[in-house]
């Protein structure tokens, strides 16, 4: 009789084990599932980040604002936008500001917008009588920025003292902020 409890309690511990492996494998599966699952539910990390601020009563102003690196490595802050007067956008501008003491601009040059086919197109520079620092650039793209890609993005050609150039590769997912601003 003890045998055969014996045997039943190994029979027992058997079962078990391999309900318990089973139950793992289950739970591992379950666990990959719910990740490729959950990856395609969660939005984008580039989420749009649009700011509008009610400036004065009849004048708004839209801007997205991202950071961007240059082919160094330097940070530089990247800010479209436009103001709204009763109901009216003069200009769409883009203020690019770099460190200071690193990014000296050189004003007034434009600022070259180059796409991925080879076109060059050029942004006037707002700051060619005076600029708030010289790290600070400003530049009205409301011409050209219906005219860039929004498949992939762009390269800014920064004009930098000294007859430099610095490069900011902007991706496709900004321009089609900026592009949303522009039609707010």
């Known amino acids: 009789m003890a045998q055969s409890k014996i045997k039943n309690s190994n029979s027992t511990i058997l079962i078990w084990c391999g309900m318990r492996q089973w139950l793992s494998r289950l739970l591992l599966l379950g666990a990959i599932v719910l990740l490729i699952g959950w990856g395609s539910v969660t939005p984008p990390s580039a989420v749009a980040s649009i700011r509008q601020i009610e400036e004065a009563p009849g004048q ?59 076109k060059v197109l050029q942004a006037e520079d707002l700051f060619a009588d005076q600029s708030p620092g010289a790290n600070v650039g400003e530049y009205n793209i409301k011409d050209v920025l219906s005219e860039l890609p929004t498949s992939i993005g762009v390269t800014l050609s920064l004009p930098m003292k000294g007859d430099r150039t610095t490069s900011l590769s902007v991706p496709s997912v900004v321009i089609l902020e900026w592009q949303t601003v522009a039609t707010e």
């Open 60 to 118: 708004m102003l839209y801007q997205s604002r991202h950071t961007l690196q240059d082919e160094t490595g330097q940070s530089w802050q990247v800010v479209l936008f436009k103001r709204v007067k009763a109901g009216e956008a003069k200009d769409i501008n883009l203020r690019l500001v770099g460190f200071p003491g690193v990014a000296e601009f050189a004003h007034p040059q434009p600022l070259k917008i180059m796409t991925n086919t080879g």
